[in-house]
């Protein structure tokens, strides 16, 4: 699914409701959940690295509501390794260039937002 798509669901109203966990609950007092809300956001190390260097990204994820929640990432280029369940991305780069370093936050396997960095790789001189 792309993007656009996924951004014309995510505008749909919610279809179902349940009622609050550890609140009263009556008829008129519900609680609605959706993946709305849900966000990642990547802070890079550093934009700019000499060849051979690595760059650190870390995601952060919000209102995922404790439902499974995985990143998966992917690179134009470079060695990406992940670690601490896939919330830390290493990448070295070897070649000089500008690449992208993208991470997808899925919950329940379904993408419920993406997110990216560029780095650009300068020659060591």
Do not use: H
Not at 71 to 79: F, Q, Y
């Amino acid at each position: 699914m792309n993007l656009k798509a996924l951004a014309a669901l995510a505008a749909l109203p919610l279809l179902a409701a349940a009622p609050m966990i550890g609140c009263e609950s009556s008829s008129n007092r519900r609680a609605m959940y959706t993946t709305n809300n849900a966000n990642l956001t990547l802070d890079a190390s550093s934009g700019r690295v000499l060849a051979g260097e690595t760059v650190t990204i870390i995601a952060r994820t919000v209102d995922t509501y404790g439902r499974d929640a995985k990143i998966e990432w992917n690179s134009t280029a470079g060695d990406l390794k992940t670690e601490q369940d896939g919330r830390v991305a290493r990448v070295q780069f070897k070649e000089v260039g500008t690449y992208t370093v993208r991470a997808q936050l899925m919950v329940d396997g379904q993408v419920v937002a993406s997110d990216l960095v560029e780095v650009r790789v300068q020659p060591v001189s």
